[in-house]
């Protein structure tokens, strides 16, 4: 199974708190709408069908089912998956579902069957996700689009994303990241490429400390986005 239970473990003790915009999930909180707003302008979600792998407490998903998607969350976290259905059930949403399942699972029961497929801050938590990004690249039609956002592995990414984020400005519970776990982009680019995905636009996150925001842009040595495509044949 292409699961870390110890990396399961840390999200499902904080699960409780993952609505809560001024905890430990702060973060998740202030980018949701950056991200959310990066894929819905090259991919507008309205009317399609998406999925959300490595959905958590179902920050994204849900955004995605305001903006009329409907939309599917998968996770091997049972607290943050109760978390997410009863957050769905309080705001009334009817067109987003949860499962736990692994990505790979799904793949071969539903593969095809999804116009958009995102993984946003999971890469980094699994033993294998060279396999994550080929299952996203099955379930994904022809001619969909495929989203992956993650942290870079060099120096600088370990000073902002676990020195700083996680020891000096307290944004993360110490222990979220392992440095050895990021992703250069060079090495994602090699697995979409291995899993038949085109590589489209990509984008950079970055953290202001001063007025603490977040941003988009082409800074990419830290956090990134990059964008797929599978081919129509």
Request: proline share 6%.
């Amino acid at each position: 199974m292409n699961v870390d239970q110890a990396e399961i473990g840390k999200f499902e003790a904080l699960a409780s708190r993952w609505w809560d915009p001024e905890s430990e999930f702060r973060p998740l909180h202030q980018i949701n709408p950056l991200r959310a707003n990066y894929i819905d302008e090259r991919c507008p979600v309205a009317g399609k069908k998406v999925l959300d792998v490595g959905c958590g407490g179902g920050i994204l998903a849900e955004a995605f089912a305001h903006r009329g998607a409907t939309v599917k969350g998968i996770d091997m976290g049972e607290a943050p998956l109760s978390v997410a259905k009863l957050h769905a059930l309080d705001t009334g949403l009817q067109n987003v579902e949860y499962q736990q399942i692994l990505v790979e699972e799904l793949a071969a029961q539903e593969a095809g069957q999804f116009d958009l497929v995102c993984c946003m801050e999971m890469l980094e938590h699994v033993p294998d996700p060279a396999s994550v990004v080929e299952a996203c690249s099955k379930l994904v039609k022809p001619g969909g689009q495929v989203f992956f956002s993650t942290l870079n592995r060099n120096p600088k990414s370990y000073l902002f994303a676990i020195i700083g984020a996680e020891y000096v400005l307290k944004l993360l519970p110490r222990g979220t990241h392992d440095y050895q776990k990021f992703i250069r982009p060079s090495e994602l680019q090699s697995w979409t490429r291995q899993a038949g995905l085109i590589r489209g636009d990509s984008t950079g996150l970055s953290y202001n400390p001063l007025t603490r925001t977040y941003k988009l842009g082409s800074d990419q040595s830290v956090n990134y986005i990059v964008q797929t495509r599978k081919p129509n044949t």
